[in-house]
């Protein structure tokens, strides 16, 4: 029989910084507990004998032993709802900016507040009658959420199969009941879900969709499929967040949900000041109608930075159930990672590898896999592709923190810090980056963009013997090459400027359509054929080298009317070197 | 400082390193903020590192020399604090924010607890207001905006101390006419290093709006882990209090992360990388995050913390979790400095995040981004190619190459280096640089639009002005 724990009440027997001992308290793992007169909330971590072992989400200077400690009974749950998009949350959904309404600028100790609004009101039209049977998981109506995204409500996944006896139609809060199910179940706007517990679906689909980033590098070569789950590890200055942020803006998911998981304040200010102003080139609304952020910077309380994914990612995985394609943005994974650790030591657990816990490798494992395209409840299809950001420490790729991520994730953007300090952006390596799903989605890309899937593996071969070349010419010099590897290692430095280079700053290259992606592939293979065909017709190395229309072709993708440049460019080349 | 009725006890069990365990007390608050009367009556502070009913573990900030089991250890019932008031301002404090300078205790307006909180993200405002330091290398490359935390990587013998001081000198926003207040921070540093910046503040006269902590290298290591913390507390007073922007030097970090270790080292803590604790990152972020700007609020917070690389190694945790935390980092570069160029600064990994947002049209100049792409470009170019050179000789080099490598050795004597006391504005640091620019081939400058370049390159600004001689010269001529 299960032991009742909410309510108990137990004293404080120790305080070590984020961690906090009870005794005489009656708990189970997980357990949401209230610590200290000011009660701070804290989750039970660990039971030893008669002492239980708690986290606490806020600093605890102050608390002394002997204080009590109430168990809310309740795993640490986040509340899932209309207007949850457009919010800002600390690490255990706490909305940022009301508690700026009620402590000020700097974040005070024991605030409590709801996630979601309780006073807003929403529009409800159901979409079952009364009499309609209903499970666990299924739509019973919609409400307008932001312009751009329609909240499906959704009956508990717990619940089981009934029938409705009542169901309104009108403007609710999130409070309000909705409608009732024959055994007195009265179904609200919104319900709680633990955030350590993965929402359950009907089965897993294979991922066969890709999810479009807009950044050229990512989509030709190394590209991530909806549902899948991709690591950016790179040392600072990078551009880790750079990538993330571009991918946040870009990725044609229909809901975002970014983890700011122990980085810099300041850029998550970016986020929230960029975001409302940004507009989403599919809907033409800001970006921030489809975003949920979840902000625990640096300083803030460790342990709710430990919390802060999961809080994301259930969230992210309600979308899922609606049917969203939902893109999880984690930054970064490592900071997750280190709070872990920190936890574990207080702990005085047997430590791992460079003092992670042995259990950071399953950890990693559990939230990976939370990703997935799948057949939900309700019949639909829904997604949650995650990108966890990893920052090796010294950009070392084989601590253990990169190493566990790699073991799981099915694409790996490697950064590099040598490619950065030449200001290549992004700066990711193409020839240590790989993505799993490539041959899979090569199908989708070949039905959209017949020749897709060839120009690509003729350009990744031209990559990878150019890296092969260049040892040579390392070696002996460009000079001593044959005019057609010449004439290749030329393809190869159009391949890197005009494709691969892509500023996230710059006002219209910063998104590049799949439309254009493929015009300018096709451009750089027909650009290749001029080449060679010059050589053949006794053009020089140098001649081609230096063409004229060079510069044009190359500062083409940053117009927005890029066509009829590229054209021109392609043309007056052509003319310059075949004369025709 | 302790109220009356607190109680005074002798059960200390161990001390260990910079640690006492005390037992048998009555329950005592987590960071309580102890006081221990030794023997001989001197009475040191202290602060609560673990509590529990049996057990109390407390950090002596000034050492544990001379403590011994019948040392009186009383709890005082209250965090540390720092007295906060606006006659900090030029007044010189120890470690532990008490007055060294000889002069009158603080009378406080207000007691805050130095842990600070964090700044809830939600009342940030992004910093992008450009500050002029007059100094090339960061104005023109690596540019400083308001509520900032920029460190610099230094190695030892190198001048950061001179940079910093030259930077506290020189900073202003422009066309504001608003003074930045510095909020100084010593941990660990020589008498000398210290006098030499106490000297300079009192020469400058900067010492009227300056607040100096002093933790010297004879100090107690232990105290070094607060004094960052007062330093802040006093910085955030000022700056959401009273409006003033702050400039926050802190240095050296290193000394901090020493202290840091040697702490976690009495504590038998699991060790992370090269002994350092596993929360280091969380421990430093807790420093640097406390810079930025409040939305509403007038004030700023700007950080420049200076490190030194243990082995000049930037890889090293120290450098390391910085980089991660700080917005970008000033990269000394001790093969500059032998080159006898001030300041050794290496922009090349070198790295302002925030510059982007502070740059530009209205707040330095339209071709600021653009240039700056190019000289760093260019630069970079110039000292791959100086790598060539080494193997194959100059006399291999192509023109467009040797130029190059002339670009190079001109952007460090001529641009980079400058004077310590020479404060260029920021036009005349993009001027220079187009000088330089123009050194290479025109069509080599593919990161600059052209109508920048025919605005700024000296070649068109020379053929400008000529013609506008003409002009004049020919309109005089018609008036006659």
């Given at each position: 029989m299960e032991v009742k724990t909410a309510g108990s009440v137990g004293e404080i027997y120790r305080i070590s910084g984020p961690l906090?001992?009870?005794?005489?308290?009656?708990?189970?793992?997980?357990?949401?507990?209230?610590?200290?007169e000011e009660g701070l909330m804290g989750e039970v971590v660990g039971i030893v004998g008669e002492k239980v072992l708690i986290q606490v989400y806020e600093d605890t200077s102050g608390v002394r032993p002997g204080e009590k400690v109430v168990n809310t009974g309740m795993p640490l749950s986040v509340e899932l709802g209309p207007g949850l998009l457009k919010s800002i949350y600390d690490g255990v959904q706490r909305p940022l900016p009301v508690l700026r309404e009620m402590s000020g600028d700097f974040i005070a100790r024991g605030l409590e507040a709801p996630a979601l609004d309780r006073k807003k009101k929403w529009d409800f039209k159901p979409t079952v009658k009364k009499g309609d049977k209903v499970k666990g998981g299924q739509i019973i109506g919609v409400v307008q959420e932001t312009d751009i995204i329609e909240h499906k409500i959704l009956v508990p996944p717990n619940v089981p199969e009934r029938t409705v006896v009542e169901v309104y139609e009108g403007s609710f809060t999130v409070e309000d009941t909705i409608a009732v199910l024959d055994d007195?179940?009265?179904?609200?706007?919104?319900?709680?879900?633990p955030v350590r517990v993965p929402r359950p679906y009907v089965e897993k689909l294979p991922p066969e969709v890709p999810l479009l980033t807009g950044q050229r590098i990512l989509d030709i070569f190394f590209p991530i499929a909806k549902g899948g789950t991709a690591a950016i590890p790179g040392g600072f200055g990078t551009g880790k967040t750079v990538t993330q942020h571009q991918l946040a803006k870009w990725a044609d998911a229909h809901v975002v949900v970014y983890i700011g998981c122990g980085e810099r304040g300041n850029e998550m200010t970016e986020i929230l000041e960029e975001f409302p102003e940004l507009i989403d080139p599919r809907t033409g609304k800001p970006l921030m109608e489809r975003a949920v952020l979840v902000a625990n910077t640096s300083n803030m309380p460790v342990a709710a930075r430990e919390a802060s994914v999961y809080t994301g990612i259930t969230i992210a995985e309600y979308y899922r159930d609606m049917g969203y394609d939902v893109a999880l943005q984690a930054d970064s994974t490592s900071r997750w990672a280190e709070a872990m650790r920190e936890m574990s030591g207080r702990l005085e657990e047997m430590p791992g590898e460079e003092g992670y816990p042995a259990y950071l490798a399953s950890r990693l494992a559990e939230f990976y896999e939370r990703a997935g395209r799948v057949k939900t409840l309700a019949g639909?299809?829904?997604?949650?592709?995650?990108?966890?950001?990893?920052?090796?420490?010294?950009?070392?790729?084989?601590?253990?923190?990169?190493?566990?991520?790699?073991?799981?994730?099915?694409?790996?953007?490697?950064?590099?810090?040598?490619?950065?300090?030449?200001?290549?952006?992004?700066?990711?390596?193409?020839?240590?980056?790989?993505s799993l799903y490539a041959e899979t989605l090569q199908e989708w890309f070949r039905q959209r963009f017949p020749e897709w899937p060839e120009i690509r593996r003729w350009m990744m071969e031209v990559l990878q013997e150019e890296a092969n070349l260049q040892e040579i010419v390392m070696l002996v010099g460009k000079d001593a090459l044959p005019d057609k590897q010449r004439v290749l290692l030329e393809i190869a430095r159009y391949i890197r400027e005009?494709?691969?280079?892509?500023?996230?700053?710059h006002e219209v290259d910063t998104y590049c359509p799949p439309e254009k992606m493929y015009d300018m592939m096709k451009a750089i293979k027909e650009l290749a054929d001029i080449f060679y065909k010059a050589l053949e017709m006794g053009r020089t190395v140098e001649e081609i080298e230096n063409v004229e229309g060079r510069d044009e072709l190359l500062k083409s993708k940053y117009e927005v009317d890029y066509k009829p440049k590229l054209q021109a460019a392609l043309e007056k080349i052509r003319k310059n070197l075949l004369g025709e | 400082m302790a109220s009356e009725g607190v109680k005074e006890y002798r059960t200390i069990r161990d001390i260990a390193g910079p640690l006492i365990f005390v037992e048998k007390t009555e329950p005592v608050s987590y960071g309580e903020l102890v006081l221990i009367t030794l023997p001989d009556g001197t009475v040191r502070k202290g602060q609560v590192l673990d509590t529990s009913k049996d057990i109390v573990v407390v950090q002596?900030?000034?050492?544990?020399?001379?403590?011994?089991?019948?040392?009186?250890?009383?709890?005082t019932g209250d965090i540390v604090k720092l007295d906060c008031s606006p006659d900090m301002l030029g007044r010189i404090f120890n470690g532990r924010g008490e007055p060294i300078d000889g002069g009158p205790r603080i009378v406080p307006e207000e007691r805050r607890p130095i842990i600070g909180s964090a700044i809830n993200p939600a009342a940030r405002a992004y910093p992008r207001?450009?500050?002029?330091?007059?100094?090339?290398?960061?104005?023109?490359?690596?540019?400083?905006?308001?509520?900032?935390?920029?460190?610099?990587?230094?190695?030892?013998?190198?001048?950061?101390?001179?940079?910093?001081?030259?930077?506290?000198?020189?900073?202003?926003?422009?066309?504001?006419?608003?003074?930045?207040?510095?909020?100084?921070?010593?941990?660990?540093?020589?008498?000398?290093?210290?006098?030499?910046?106490?000297?300079?503040?009192?020469?400058?006269?900067?010492?009227?709006?300056?607040?100096?902590?002093?933790?010297?290298?004879?100090?107690?290591?232990?105290?070094?882990?607060?004094?960052?913390?007062?330093?802040?507390?006093?910085?955030?007073?000022?700056?959401?209090?009273?409006?003033?922007?702050?400039?926050?030097?802190?240095?050296?970090?290193?000394?901090?992360?020493?202290?840091?270790?040697?702490?976690?080292?009495?504590?038998?803590?699991?060790p992370g990388r090269r002994g350092y604790p596993g929360y280091m990152y969380t421990d430093l972020a807790t420093i640097y995050e406390r810079a930025g700007r409040i939305r509403g609020k007038k004030g700023s917070i700007t950080q420049f913390p200076i490190l030194t690389m243990p082995a000049d190694d930037i890889t090293h945790p120290i450098p390391d979790l910085t980089g991660y935390i700080t917005e970008g980092q000033l990269v000394l570069s001790r093969e500059l400095h032998m080159k006898g160029i001030y300041p050794p600064i290496d922009v090349l990994p070198s790295l302002s995040r925030l510059m982007k947002e502070g740059i530009g049209p209205g707040?330095?100049?339209?071709?600021?981004?653009?240039?700056?792409?190019?000289?760093?470009?260019?630069?970079?170019?110039?000292?791959?190619?100086?790598?060539?050179?080494?193997?194959?000789?100059?006399?291999?080099?192509?023109?467009?190459?040797?130029?190059?490598?002339?670009?190079?050795?001109?952007?460090?004597?001529?641009w980079l280096n400058q004077g310590k006391y020479e404060d260029r504005d920021i036009e005349y640091t993009l001027d220079l640089g187009w000088e330089l620019l123009a050194i290479l081939p025109e069509e080599e400058l593919t990161k600059i639009e052209r109508k920048y370049i025919e605005k700024y390159h000296p070649k068109y600004r020379k053929k400008k002005a000529e013609e506008e001689k003409k002009e004049e010269a020919e309109s005089e001529l018609t008036k006659r």
């Open positions: 906090v001992v009870a005794e005489g308290l009656k708990a189970k793992m997980y357990d949401v507990c209230k610590v200290g007195g179940t009265e179904l609200k706007l919104y319900h709680k879900w639909n299809v829904g997604s949650v592709s995650v990108v966890g950001a990893v920052s090796p420490p010294g950009g070392d790729f084989s601590e253990p923190v990169t190493q566990n991520t790699l073991r799981i994730v099915k694409v790996f953007w490697a950064l590099d810090s040598k490619l950065a300090a030449r200001r290549h952006f992004p700066a990711i390596n193409w020839l240590t980056s790989y005009f494709i691969l280079l892509q500023y996230a700053y | 002596s900030f000034e050492g544990t020399r001379g403590m011994d089991k019948s040392c009186a250890v009383r709890f207001e450009f500050i002029q330091t007059g100094i090339s290398a960061i104005d023109g490359m690596n540019t400083l905006v308001r509520g900032q935390k920029l460190p610099i990587f230094s190695c030892s013998g190198l001048p950061h101390n001179d940079i910093a001081l030259q930077v506290a000198r020189q900073a202003k926003v422009r066309g504001t006419g608003e003074e930045f207040a510095v909020v100084f921070a010593a941990m660990g540093i020589t008498f000398e290093e210290a006098n030499y910046f106490m000297k300079d503040f009192e020469r400058t006269g900067a010492l009227e709006r300056a607040v100096v902590f002093l933790n010297l290298a004879n100090d107690p290591a232990i105290e070094r882990l607060i004094t960052p913390r007062m330093a802040l507390t006093a910085a955030e007073y000022l700056a959401f209090e009273y409006d003033y922007h702050i400039l926050v030097i802190l240095t050296d970090m290193t000394n901090y992360c020493e202290a840091l270790r040697e702490i976690s080292a009495a504590r038998e803590e699991v707040m330095t100049r339209e071709d600021h981004k653009q240039w700056n792409d190019q000289m760093y470009a260019a630069y970079a170019e110039g000292v791959e190619l100086r790598g060539l050179v080494a193997i194959v000789g100059e006399e291999a080099l192509s023109e467009r190459d040797r130029r190059y490598l002339k670009f190079a050795d001109e952007f460090e004597r001529r």
